[in-house]
């Protein structure tokens, strides 16, 4: 099994200020990683796959990067909006999908 | 416009059973993969099973042998049936629509909680 591993485990960031959130394969996963974003009480939704390509509607201060085993998905200028959990995902071991543990961006 | 509604969770005793369900609208659930997902509280995601066009499924290790993931083409709507239900599958289990193995499309959710 491919694990991940996000750090840190919560990011305080001022709105405005930029946010660099981490992912870490065990092993390599080329570029087959996405980041999901979830707020409290919903479906997370997608932001990245093939580790920088951002999804449909996705603003451009979503930005990824990274391959093999490490990954950073920044958010340039944080809105209001982007205060939720990250989550990094591996599709290298298709079907058998892994996620990181997380990282919680909140309001410093 | 692809929707995914997720119905059949709830309260059920440990070693009990229930099933789950997802109604999808905007594609055929047969023609594509569809997978579960789910995510104990105040825990992160965790990938549960995947069933292909051509019908092979593909479980976790945690859940394997208890749950089975299936379909039925003609209401376009997925299933999976969890027996020997034990504490640790107390979670949300989401419905996802991957393409590619990234999950472009979620349910909202169905909350499973196994308790006594």
């Known amino acids: 099994e491919i694990v991940m591993t996000q750090s840190p485990a919560t990011l305080s960031v001022s709105p405005g200020e930029r946010a660099t959130l981490s992912c870490r394969a065990s092993q390599s996963v080329s570029s087959n990683l996405a980041w999901y974003q979830q707020k409290p009480g919903q479906a997370p939704r997608l932001l990245i796959y093939g580790a920088s390509t951002r999804a449909t509607g996705i603003p451009a201060r979503f930005s990824g990067s990274g391959s093999g085993t490490e990954f950073t998905l920044t958010i340039s200028s944080l809105q209001s909006e982007d205060f939720a959990v990250y989550y990094c995902q591996q599709y290298n071991n298709w079907p058998r999908l892994t996620f990181g543990g997380g990282t919680k961006v909140e309001i410093k | 416009e692809v929707q995914l509604v997720e119905s059949g969770g709830g309260l059920v005793q440990p070693g009990g059973s229930l099933r789950l369900s997802c109604a999808a609208s905007?594609?055929?659930?047969?023609?594509?993969?569809m997978s579960w997902v789910r995510q104990a509280p105040g825990k992160g995601l965790e990938w549960v099973s995947v069933?292909?066009?051509?019908?092979?499924?593909y479980y976790a290790d945690s859940v394997k042998g208890r749950f089975t993931i299936s379909r039925d083409n003609s209401k376009n709507t997925l299933y999976l049936q969890m027996n020997s239900l034990r504490a640790e599958d107390t979670a949300v289990y989401y419905c996802g629509y991957p393409i590619r193995g990234v999950i472009v499309y979620w349910g909202q959710g169905t909350l499973v909680t196994v308790s006594s």
């Open positions: 905007g594609f055929t659930v047969s023609s594509n993969y």
């Open positions: 069933i292909y066009s051509g019908g092979s499924t």
